[in-house]
């Protein structure tokens, strides 16, 4: 059963802590996300990686960045934690290959949620 | 600018009613993919269907209908004869088809559906 893994399913940091937040995937996908999930706000990108090394911003990058060294692993790095980042963190990935292969289509981890107090 | 739109954002019924979740979007592109993700209170979210914007035929699956309607926007989901496991979170999402491949999902912010026995 292909799978998104993350690797802590509840997290609690203080204020000002650096917190990394881990995604491993077994699909060979070349595209990961990370996205936050709140109540009355649905997702928002926060950022993205279409290849080992690369990363984009998605629409809400400020006080967070990530990492990819491997092609399975996309890391998000919280640099310095503050309350208003408490949230549920989704890591997903994809294939960019054609549409009958599933390309586009996303497999979401089952999330991360993070409360900073 | 893409952008979707879940104008319901509770919806209850009663088990065996049949539902419709709305969705709105909008998109300068000609090419475009649509989606529809489920999240039951587990929190993963599970991929529901793919359509592209040049397939406008209505698909059903099962108790699932989708009406996908260029002329308005609108990419639809029916439920017919709910029940209590159809009980979840409903996001509609959108991706833009460009040269250099397509672009993250953007998603609404979701429907919460509740079934009752």
């Known amino acids: 059963d292909v799978k998104v893994t993350q690797s802590s399913r509840y997290l609690v940091k203080r204020t000002g802590e650096k917190v990394f937040l881990e995604c491993v995937q077994d699909m060979d996908h070349e595209n990961m996300f990370w996205y936050r999930q709140d109540p009355g706000l649905g997702l928002r990108l926060i950022y993205f990686?279409?290849?080992?090394?690369?990363?984009e911003k998605g629409d809400i990058p400020e006080g967070y960045s990530v990492s990819r060294e491997k092609k399975e692993r996309f890391s998000l790095i919280l640099e310095s934690a503050s309350t208003n980042q408490t949230s549920m963190y989704l890591c997903a990935s994809s294939s960019p290959g054609t549409e009958s292969s599933g390309a586009n289509v996303l497999t979401f981890g089952a999330g991360s949620r993070l409360t900073v107090l | 600018a893409q952008k979707v739109t879940q104008a319901q954002t509770e919806i209850s019924v009663v088990e065996k009613e049949d539902v419709t979740l709305d969705c709105v979007y909008e998109t300068r592109d000609t090419t475009y993919y649509l989606f529809w993700y489920k999240q039951p209170p587990s929190g993963e979210l599970v991929f529901l269907i793919r359509?592209?914007?040049?397939?406008?035929q209505n698909e059903i699956s099962g108790r699932y209908s989708w009406n996908f309607q260029k002329s308005t926007s609108s990419f639809n989901f029916t439920i017919t004869a709910s029940q209590v496991v159809d009980s979840a979170v409903y996001f509609c999402?959108?991706?833009?088809?460009?040269?250099?491949?397509?672009?993250?999902?953007?998603f609404g912010k979701g429907t919460r559906l509740s079934v009752i026995a």
């Open positions: 359509r592209n914007s040049f397939d406008e």
């Open positions: 999402a959108l991706s833009e088809a460009e040269d250099s491949g397509n672009t993250p999902l953007v």
């Open positions: 990686s279409y290849d080992v090394k690369m990363k």
